[in-house]
């Protein structure tokens, strides 16, 4: 019904929609329906009338289209006639007025009626508000209202719209079969704070209490949102709060929103319910689906077997590698947007964690220069766990599986070309320790410098040249072609990695050792800056020993 319905009706009423602009003005004011349940207040868990009872009082929560759902990714129809979302007005809205307010069981911002969906809906929807829904009840819960494969995301906005081709007001159109659509996004969290989030997160504190409201002047929500909206789910449903409505068409993005920790965690413990407590697990479990059906726009990715978790690692790689790229896009973009090449500024903290539980973990780097050393320089700054030997880096290429790889433990091993010399080393785990190694062709001199400190030189592999070509991975040994081993696998965290194709100095190497963000960095490999991707589970963090 969707695909044939979407296609003829986005023609006839994509004017019509810029005529709505005053009658929907009106409906902003009309909203608080959700405070309106006078008498007993619904809750989520606690009370008389807790979401096992809403239907006593509301009888749509007992209906047989209710939301939300657990979208089971086996059981999704892909739909390849489903025709992407056509936004408008999403974008920056500057002296406007817009109501955020604490209704007792979340966050509400009221949008402009200028906020449309014009295409890939059977008509044309006008934006009313958004709200979140979270977890929090204690650090572990997540509070997401659909579930993907009965896994629950931190958290999930709805943005709300009515269909204004047939009716003039959200109230009018809020109990009709027809009548309404929903944008869902879930949230998960990362280790870098989403700046679209800050002022948001930062104004909860001022509508802290149910009732309170402020008025905001400046809103975007489009950058609130994942970049990628290309894939998701479909299917007819409800409200998710009484009056339970079977009235809206629901959206649910596959893509989710990153937020930090300590926003999630800002969400989750600021607001109050209407009976003082703090406001949290605000989510509707997962109703029947019954005979309906939940289309996709994307084939989901099905693997064999064990094919949730497989999904899941994927898309948590994506996401991390989208990150990387996107935080380095908006640093880059900070004073106006410089070509990613020339001159950028590099990712800091960039930390990586190379969890125990996470053998199988390593970082893939695209070098912007080919290895082809004479010699060279390697430092980095580690925290390692007690173990007896971490690979931390190892360069192979089909001729030697050992080009040049280090390990770490009560000495510190270095092959180049495949043979090997013993630097003596005091391990100090858990500690963040600076090391760096040079080695040089001519003499086939290898030094080790431990935070600062210079260690007895060794010899190996004289005349040597490191050839190009081949695979440069952190974390994990190599054996042949990127077939990796979790034998000596490196755990714990690795930051600051830079390669120079020469022996640097005494100087340059404490220099390295301090906290200033400026100081040398590799020309080979260049922390921060040369992309990498991350495999099995590394983690980002942002505790550095300079931060
Ligand atoms: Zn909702």
Not at 194 to 208: A, C, G, P, Q
Not at 327 to 344: C, E, V
Request: glycine share 8%; proline share 4%; net charge negative.
């Amino acid at each position: 019904m969707l695909k044939s319905e979407s296609a003829k009706h986005t023609h006839t009423h994509t004017h019509r929609c810029a005529m709505e602009l005053f009658t929907a003005i009106i409906n902003a004011a009309s909203l608080s329906f959700v405070l309106a349940g006078a008498g007993v207040h619904w809750t989520y868990k606690e009370g008389s009338l807790d979401q096992i009872h809403w239907p006593d009082e509301y009888p749509s929560c007992g209906g047989r289209k209710q939301s939300p759902i657990d979208i089971q990714r086996r059981n999704v129809q892909f739909n390849p006639h489903m025709l992407q979302l056509e936004m408008t007005g999403y974008g920056e809205v500057k002296n406007g007025n817009f109501l955020m307010i604490n209704n007792g069981h979340s966050v509400q911002i009221n949008l402009p009626s200028t906020m449309k969906i014009t295409k890939g809906l059977p008509a044309c929807y006008t934006a009313v508000q958004m709200h979140l829904h979270w977890g929090g009840w204690d650090l572990e819960a997540s509070g997401a209202e659909h579930t993907v494969d009965g896994i629950r995301y931190m958290a999930e906005l709805h943005v709300v719209h009515y269909n204004s081709d047939k009716y003039n007001s959200f109230d009018e159109a809020k109990d009709k079969s027809d009548g309404l659509a929903v944008l869902a996004f879930f949230y998960e969290d990362g280790h870098f704070e989403n700046t679209y989030y800050s002022d948001f997160i930062n104004n909860l504190e001022n509508v802290k209490y149910a009732g309170q409201s402020m008025n905001i002047s400046t809103l975007n929500v489009r950058s609130m949102l994942p970049e990628n909206l290309a894939h998701f789910f479909r299917y007819e449903g409800s409200l998710t709060t009484p009056p339970c409505y079977e009235s809206i068409l629901w959206t649910v993005f596959d893509t989710p929103i990153t937020l930090s920790h300590n926003q999630i965690r800002k969400l989750e413990s600021t607001l109050m319910d209407l009976e003082n407590k703090t406001l949290w697990n605000d989510y509707r479990m997962a109703q029947p689906l019954n005979d309906r059906v939940v289309e996709s726009s994307f084939l989901p990715r099905l693997g064999k077997g064990t094919f949730c978790r497989q999904e899941e690692i994927e898309a948590k790689l994506l996401n991390i590698e989208s990150m990387i790229t996107s935080l380095g896009k908006h640093i880059h973009s900070d004073g106006g947007y410089r070509p990613p090449n020339k001159d950028p500024q590099a990712i800091f903290p960039l930390v990586l964690n190379f969890p125990a539980s996470k053998l199988e973990s390593y970082a893939l780097m695209s070098l912007a220069q080919p290895m082809n050393l004479h010699s060279f320089t390697v430092c980095m700054n580690l925290r390692m766990h007690v173990r007896p030997v971490h690979t931390v880096l190892s360069y192979s290429t089909s001729a030697n599986e050992n080009e040049l790889t280090i390990t770490m433990g009560y000495e510190v091993g270095l092959w180049i070309g495949n043979e090997f010399v013993n630097l003596p080393h005091e391990l100090s785990p858990r500690a963040w320790t600076h090391y760096c190694l040079t080695w040089a062709s001519h003499t086939g001199g290898a030094e080790l410098w431990v935070n600062g400190a210079l260690g007895k030189e060794q010899y190996l592999r004289a005349g040597y040249t490191i050839p190009p070509g081949g695979d440069l991975i952190l974390g994990k040994d190599q054996d042949g072609f990127l077939g990796i081993s979790d034998s000596d696998a490196f755990v714990g965290y690795m930051t600051d990695v830079n390669i120079w194709d020469y022996v640097l100095g005494p100087e340059e190497i404490q220099k390295g050792m301090s906290c200033e963000r400026n100081s040398e960095k590799g020309n080979v490999l260049n922390w921060g800056v040369t992309r990498m991707s991350l495999y099995g589970g590394v983690q980002l963090e942002t505790e550095h020993k300079c931060s």
